[in-house]
């Protein structure tokens, strides 16, 4: 098969910083075939170890590789995250939810949120609301596969009943919170302790040594004793999953003075104090992902882990986040909201997509047969029956994510090429002011995007709504009365900037649909 010559650099991570195309001619089968000879060396030996990290509310644009690719303002410093996505492949189509249930319960199940009734918001502070209990997770199989599992940090997949919790859901043991956001120090949400430490085979209990404790370092911590204790135990034939699923940069807006002191306060004005604190907080989640990589690397099995790093959703501006040059942000179904910033980097990964760009279509719910079946090599018949549930009355559906492990340790495209973004039936989007046009949708069929209905909050002059993600907006005046926080030209505007969606007509209709082309 010919293919534009732009599509083989792209793949090779040639000319793809600024996600150039440069097709426009066809490459001979000899050229084809010179090219194609770069992909003979093999990968890194199959990962015996998966470190698996999640960033709760990342913007695309806040780590320091991103300014030279999108030549935006200066991000936080991330020398940590930049070595790894420097040395790995950067995932520029990399696709989650728009806010961060919904993201948590498609990673763990490799399923749609709609698929899965997850689909309308976050689970916060004991909701009644949690990841159907007939469903393996990615934990599930690869511990009955002989893989010893840990997860950290924020859960938010379901808290009401103990088999909703980490430890019930194939994770043989649990340090972190359940709830969908905490104090950093304190660990109160609302009159509530929340920080756990859980075990598959024995007690589950609050964890009041972690009482004062920076969240980020905790979560730390845990993650270094964890793994040096499973090495000890088991030695080199011991296979391990560390999904290590930070609160931070999440609000609130937390985080000790040193990380915003010196480099964040160079780079980000006074006049940006949110700006400034998420730059602290980033500084300290990169410092935390440097401390665990280099604790992999005394153990003597990093040239062993596969590491993944990933955002849950778009970064929120009014905490501090930029999406650029993505429109949108958190809670929207723009780019800016459930585009995330991730890489790959580590064993199995082929040697000729080391340090490059893909702009291949992948979707957060490939992570589960990916893992599982690619990475693994474990069977996934299982999941015609699920898990034992008397009680469950949804069915096991299919899953929804592909394995997409021949992409990272081949070289191949896409297994992929449509990924359902949104869906939201009958409910108003969440936090509106308004609810003329029940549910919202987005769907990505190559390089097209369809929206339909609300994609995120629309105020208007009548409205009573004032709050620092979405400032009161009167339709008759395009422009918001009030900005909580003066953003740059070139980096995402707060949440309700022209267009994202329309205004009524003076007839009082809505504009339904939108169709976008994705360059």
Request: glycine letters at 12%; hydrophobic letters at 35%; a negative charge.
């Amino acid at each position: 098969e010919s293919r534009g010559l732009g599509d083989v650099y792209k793949r090779q991570g040639i000319n793809a910083e600024y996600g150039d195309d440069v097709g426009g001619f066809m490459v001979s089968q000899l050229e084809l075939l010179s090219l194609l000879l770069v992909m003979v060396p093999g990968s890194a030996g199959s990962p015996k170890h998966i470190l698996f990290f999640v960033i709760d509310d990342y913007g695309y644009a806040d780590a320091s590789y991103k300014r030279t690719m999108y030549n935006g303002t200066n991000p936080p410093p991330t020398p940590a995250i930049d070595q790894l996505a420097m040395g790995g492949v950067r995932m520029e189509s990399h696709y989650v939810n728009k806010v961060c249930s919904p993201t948590r319960t498609a990673l763990l199940s490799g399923r749609y949120a709609y698929t899965n009734g997850m689909d309308d918001g976050v689970i916060v502070d004991g909701e009644n609301i949690d990841m159907p209990l007939n469903l393996r997770t990615v934990a599930d199989y690869l511990r009955d596969g002989g893989w010893n599992t840990s997860a950290y940090g924020k859960w938010d997949a379901g808290m009401t009943t103990w088999g909703s919790t980490p430890s019930c859901r194939g994770f043989e043991f649990y340090n972190g919170f359940y709830s969908a956001a905490s104090d950093y120090f304190s660990h109160m949400v609302g009159p509530g302790y929340d920080f756990h430490e859980d075990r598959a085979n024995g007690p589950k209990g609050i964890d009041l040594v972690a009482a004062g404790e920076y969240t980020t370092m905790r979560v730390t911590t845990a993650v270094q004793s964890w793994i040096s204790e499973q090495m000890q135990r088991g030695g080199n034939q011991t296979k391990t999953f560390a999904y290590v699923a930070h609160e931070a940069v999440h609000g609130p807006l937390e985080v000790p003075a040193e990380y915003v002191q010196g480099e964040c306060e160079v780079i980000i004005p006074e006049s940006h104090p949110a700006r400034r604190i998420y730059c602290g907080m980033v500084r300290a989640m990169d410092e935390s992902v440097r401390n665990i990589t280099e604790t992999y690397k005394a153990l003597g099995i990093w040239e062993d882990t596969l590491l993944i790093l990933t955002g849950d959703n778009g970064g929120q501006p009014s905490e501090g986040g930029s999406n650029y040059p993505l429109r949108g942000n958190k809670a929207t179904t723009f780019e800016g909201g459930v585009r995330s910033l991730a890489l790959v980097h580590g064993a199995g990964v082929h040697d000729s997509l080391l340090g490059s760009v893909n702009h291949e279509l992948f979707h957060v719910t490939d992570w589960l047969p990916t893992l599982v079946a690619g990475v693994a090599g474990l069977d996934l018949s299982a999941n015609a029956t699920g898990r034992h549930c008397p009680s469950c009355s949804r069915e096991v559906m299919a899953l929804d994510g592909v394995n997409q492990w021949g992409m990272l340790s081949e070289g191949k495209l896409s297994a992929r090429t449509e990924v359902l973004l949104d869906l939201q039936a009958s409910a108003c989007n969440q936090g509106g002011s308004v609810c003329n046009v029940p549910g919202s949708g987005a769907l990505r069929v190559g390089d097209w995007k369809l929206l339909h209905g609300h994609q995120g909050m629309y105020g208007t002059e009548s409205s009573s709504k004032m709050n620092s993600d979405c400032v009161e907006r009167d339709v008759n005046n395009p422009q918001p009365k009030a900005i909580p926080f003066p953003v740059p030209a070139n980096q995402t505007n707060p949440w309700c900037p022209l267009g994202w969606t329309p205004p009524p007509r003076a007839d009082g209709k809505y504009q339904l649909l939108s169709l976008i082309h994705i360059s």
